[in-house]
């Protein structure tokens, strides 16, 4: 496994409707690097954003879709999501905050 710097685990945030109605329980989702763990991604997120403290790490896997142009079939690529709950007194994470 690569070393992976705490900068290079959080890819982007997933911006859904159902990741919208988590953040009302202070549950933001992230996509991560597929190599990471859930310490990892925890110890990220409280460097990454000022005042955070996270409470539990949920990860899953996620398989490429089954793609196909022609005859030629493949898949898209494999991703990771995380899903972090916050303590009730950690500060929100700021990013969401205009969505």
């Known amino acids: 496994m690569a070393d ?3 900068y290079d685990v959080i ?4 911006v859904t409707e159902k990741s919208m109605n988590d953040m009302a329980d202070k549950k933001y989702t992230f996509l991560v690097h ?4 859930k310490t990892q991604v925890k110890e990220a997120v409280e460097k990454m954003f000022d ?3 996270v409470k539990k790490v949920n990860t899953m896997n996620v398989n490429g879709k089954p793609k196909r142009r022609g005859l030629t079939v493949g898949r898209t690529a494999r991703k990771k ?3 972090v709950q916050l ?10 905050t205009g969505l």
């Open 87 to 96: 303590t009730e007194d950690s500060a929100d994470i700021e990013i969401f």
């Open 34 to 37: 597929p190599e990471v763990t």
């Open 11 to 14: 890819l982007k945030p997933v």
């Open 51 to 53: 005042g955070v403290k």
């Open 81 to 83: 999501k995380a899903i």
């Open 4 to 6: 992976i710097k705490y």
